[in-house]
């Protein structure tokens, strides 16, 4: 039978159990909690289980919405236009408190998302698999483990020392493995930084081994975990391990020796002609992983998440301009270059244009695009040879090329390997502008978080460079220590 994978908001889960909604039609269940035998009981049902760990992924709150943002604002590009704490100004301003909005709502939606990827996990494992077969369960158990992998990935960057800082050796964050279905199952310790990033990694391997190496729709091959998924996830997360080794083995599978620059394996990734496709199309095949969204009610990021809501010139509530003294100041990035099409002035302002779909909008949120892998093997090949290597600089150029033919850069562009290494993190900053990924970069590198506005430079050494552990966690956690 032939499955569409749509996020709809009528597929949810609670920390303590499956709720009522998650119930096949055909053989209603009346009572408020559907057991885990019954959850797990039909094709039907295991599906609609896995839909829900999907949409807590794209929750507004985190992947859906807050945690691209925060990952942007918290870096030197945007400027602060409300003041608004609910919209993270104190994220903006690098001072937020344990109980701030933002501390507390990433924390608890990424591991509500955890915990149902560890429902789900253990469910099929004891009854799942026994109802659609051992191929398909393991290819579903394939898709919560990427998902849970995202999800502490995602937390490290915001509530622990990038890995860089001691090897990995640094507090993380708890790793819970196992679903949480009642009270009194919250006390667990921090593993360390290194401890995380192993599980992270076991969990994208083994995703990897089950995953398929397409679906039948590009909606699916964009929305849905696939093994070329798995493999470009890893290339982030090697990224922010600073093992570059370990980079150009994974982005290996999945990038072509020479321009034009395709995946050669599964999903046919490769650049869009365009940029600007890319935010109107959804589901090209540079979009490796997105968060899909509707107009339907519910079914979009809500209100005060979405990333239009925060940088559009001209709908929303205009939280965040352009810094005039950021990367659009850089003259490097040339008026004709197309990404310059994603801005817009009102008010005297620049602004992010690159989200455009007005109330409710609903534009798809990038997880990871090709672009995104062509420019870590960049980086991960100029750093391993210490050298201007040559494969390097094809695919900066593969990046800039697409956008602004005027440039190419040649060997000669570079004086050495740190003048190729900042050229590369130069194109990170304009090409991933508004999806998420400043914050990450200057975190992985222990880089000061620059001067913007009246905001003063953060060096790695200060308070607030990292968040403190949300309240919450700490006040239902006794064995939890706060940064």
Known sequence: MKKHFIYASIFCLSLVGFSSCNRDYLTPIPQTEVS?????????????????????????????GRYVIYGDVRGEEFINETSNLVTGSDVWSLNPTNSATAV???????????????IFIEGMQATGNTVVGNDAGNRYIAEAKVIRSLSYFSLLQYYARPYADGNGNNPGVPLRLTG???????????????????????????AEAALPD??????????????NTAIALK????????????????????????APFTAPTGVAHTLQPDITTIFTNYTTAESIFSMPMTANAGDNPGTQNQLGYYYSPTVGNKEYSLNPNGIIANTSWKETDKRRSLLASNSGKTWLNKYKTPTTFHDYVPVIRYAEVLLNLAEARARS?????????????AVRNRSDATTTFTAGSFANAAALINGILLERRIEFLGEGLR????????????????????????????????????????LMRDN
Do not use: C
């Open 36 to 64: 885990d035998a019954s959850a797990f009981s039909t094709e039907s049902r295991i599906t609609t289980q896995l839909l829900s760990v999907y949409q807590a992924m794209k929750h507004g709150n985190f992947y859906g």
């Open 104 to 118: 507390e709502r990433l924390w608890q939606y990424a591991y509500l998302t955890i915990n149902k990827a560890n």
């Open 214 to 227: 397409t679906y039948s729709t590009a909606n699916d091959n964009t929305t849905r975990a696939h093994k």
């Open 180 to 206: 949480i279905k009642g009270t009194g199952q919250s006390e667990i310790a921090r593993s360390t930084v290194a401890e995380v990033y192993a599980q992270i990694l076991k969990d994208l391997n083994e």
């Open 439 to 478: 914050n990450g970069d200057l975190m992985r590198l222990q880089q000061t978080i620059p001067a913007k506005g009246s905001i003063s430079a953060k060096a790695p050494n200060e308070n607030g460079y990292i968040w403190p552990i949300a309240a919450s966690e700490l006040a239902l956690n006794s």
């Open 235 to 258: 290339t982030r997360v090697y990224l922010a391990m600073q093992n570059y080794a370990s980079v150009i083995t994974e982005a290996n599978k999945i990038v072509s020796t020479a």
């Open 385 to 397: 040879t210490n050298s201007v290597d040559a494969q390097a600089v094809a695919l900066l150029n």
